[in-house]
């Protein structure tokens, strides 16, 4: 098994990384969909396709899109943060 030895480099970041990574993440998928509303409007003239595409399943994916990267983002930079703040005896060797 070859891993790369060493802390991982998302267990170096700060918490401003993950919150700017996060920020960054809405903003593109925020900025997909308003793109895709804009062509959809222009395409058809008018709001009925732009309101058929968001129904109720439509937003609630959207909101799961939106949300929970960012959350396993968070979750993933914690563990490996605790990870590498204890001690080297207390790690499980993976030999």
Request: glycine share 0%; hydrophobic share 50%.
């Given at each position: 098994m070859d891993r790369r030895l060493g802390p991982s480099r998302l267990s170096?970041?700060?918490g401003r990384h993950v919150l700017i990574a996060s920020i960054a993440w809405l903003g593109g998928v925020l900025l997909i969909v308003t793109l895709g509303t804009i062509a959809s409007i222009a395409e058809a003239h008018g709001l009925?396709?732009?309101r058929i595409a968001?129904?109720?399943s439509n937003i609630i994916g959207l909101l799961?899109?939106?949300v929970v990267p960012?959350?396993?983002l968070t979750?993933?930079?914690r563990l490996m943060r605790g990870r590498r703040r204890e001690p080297?005896?207390?790690r499980r060797r993976l030999d």
């Open positions: 170096r970041w700060h009925t396709e732009a968001f129904s109720r799961a899109v939106l960012p959350a396993w979750l993933e930079w080297i005896s207390d």
